[in-house]
């Protein structure tokens, strides 16, 4: 199935950011995570419809019962995206060090 959002777009909201640190415990029913909630049964489907979407989360039938899971390998995907930053900002205050020691020592 592709994408059809934006996987950031879906990590923007509370409530699905919420959803995931749930699942990353263990797998849920659409019930069990509404009771986490302040919204209806409906509302927290459509989050997990949402998120089915982007694939970070799975959904597995268990008997009469869908259960949602993370999908790790998603969760790896953002990571992965977001180190690029992480290294970029941090090449950015090591040059950010570096004018400020240039600065200390031109000041003696």
């Known amino acids: 199935m592709k994408s059809r959002r934006d996987v950031f777009q879906a990590i923007a909201d509370p409530t699905r950011r919420a959803i995931i640190l749930l699942l990353a415990v263990g797998s849920m029913t659409p019930n069990t995570l509404a009771e986490h909630f302040n919204s209806s049964r409906q509302a927290v489907s ?4 949402i998120l089915s979407e982007c694939e970070i989360v799975k ?14 390998d998603k969760m790896r995907d953002i990571e992965k995206w977001l180190e690029q930053f992480k290294q970029l900002l941090a090449k950015r205050f090591d040059q950010l060090d570096s004018v400020l020691e240039q600065l200390k020592s031109k000041k003696k």
């Open 46 to 49: 459509k989050h997990l419809q």
């Open 59 to 72: 959904q597995e039938q268990q008997g009469r019962e869908i259960f949602y899971h993370l999908n790790a």
